[in-house]
């Protein structure tokens, strides 16, 4: 099958689901709706079809476009309207996370599958009302029990909802946290590095050395 036939099926699929759908599931579905013909449609055909699509909708003249998050491809708003979507949905778009709910949802980001007494370890406060407001908002969810541990506390992972709210396919796309830190890192300036970027006329001509009082910082 030619890819311009090709297209306008891996559109209709992905604009009529509810839910993201991977390459894999396009690949299967396409497949079975053309189950009548001898040779199956390879994924990377499929594939092809997806791009073909993908550069229809980047074009400025559609306020959506087509994106691969929560897992898989789906139909998404361009960022220069969300604030004029988010005017049919309320408060549920319009009200940030609170501190304590990021602080929550990064543990759990970066620790899943994670029981509340090991948020509560890390963040050294109760997490009950952070963790039930995150479950109201579809961002993490109950993945079962810590079968070792006394008690059989609940675990809790993201959701694909959570996947959704920050754009990206799976949690292995979430940054390093050595990237993280990284970008807040400072470098220190040497001494030399200082004195060159200085005009010769403001640069001292000797060093100044400041006089201390010899008692200071001494025990009486």
Known sequence: M????????????????????STLELTDLINQAFGFMEDKIPMDQVEAAIEGVVEKYSAEFYP??????????????KKEFHKTIAQLNGDKFLK?????????LSIIAYKQPVTKGEIEAIRGVSSDYAVQKLLEKELIVISGRNEKLPGHPLLYTTSRSFMDYFGINSPE??????????????MPTTVDEAMAGMDSE??????????TDPGAGEES
Not at 2 to 21: G, K, M, N, Y
Not at 64 to 77: D, H, M, N
Not at 173 to 186: G, R, S
């Open 2 to 21: 030619e890819i311009t036939q090709l297209i306008p099926h891996v559109e209709a699929l992905i604009f009529a689901s509810d839910r993201p759908l």
């Open 64 to 77: 959506f476009e087509v994106r691969q998050s929560g897992g898989g491809w789906q139909f998404l708003s």
């Open 173 to 186: 796309d979430l940054p390093k946290i050595k990237e993280v830190l990284a970008e807040h890192m400072v």
């Open 96 to 104: 940030r996370l609170s501190t304590a709910a990021l602080e929550t």
């Open 202 to 211: 403001t640069a001292p001509t000797e060093p100044v050395i400041e006089e």
